[in-house]
């Protein structure tokens, strides 16, 4: 639980070159990491490492209405479920993350 309230403080972060989801983005800190990569249209793999060993995986497809919230579950490397929510508009997108065990976090980050 300590782990993931540090990853979530420290996450909160602003990039540039997001480019909607054209490109990867990566967001470290000193807790852990997470990872955007574009997985074809209008859709992404999004992955969150954290520095304890464990990784969760998700698949994130954008919604008909640009700005609209998508949640979907996450699969944990270490058999805790999570489920995370990620939202992309007017150049700017956002990220949070919750694990059953209590881990969670959350980044945001700004498109050239």
Do not use: Y
């Amino acid at each position: 639980m300590k782990d993931g309230l540090a990853l979530r403080a420290a996450l909160c972060v602003v990039l540039a070159g997001f480019a909607g989801i054209a490109g990867a983005v990566e967001v470290a800190s000193p807790s852990g990491v997470v990872r955007v990569h574009p997985a074809g249209e209008g859709r992404a793999v999004v992955t969150v490492t954290s520095r304890l060993g464990w990784a969760c995986r998700g698949d994130w497809v954008a919604p008909a209405q640009d700005g609209d919230a998508v949640r979907f579950p996450l699969d944990c490397s270490d058999a805790v479920k999570g489920k995370a929510m990620m939202s992309v508009a007017d150049g700017r997108g956002a990220l949070m993350f919750l694990r059953d065990d209590g881990a969670n976090g959350s980044a945001a980050f700004a498109m050239d």
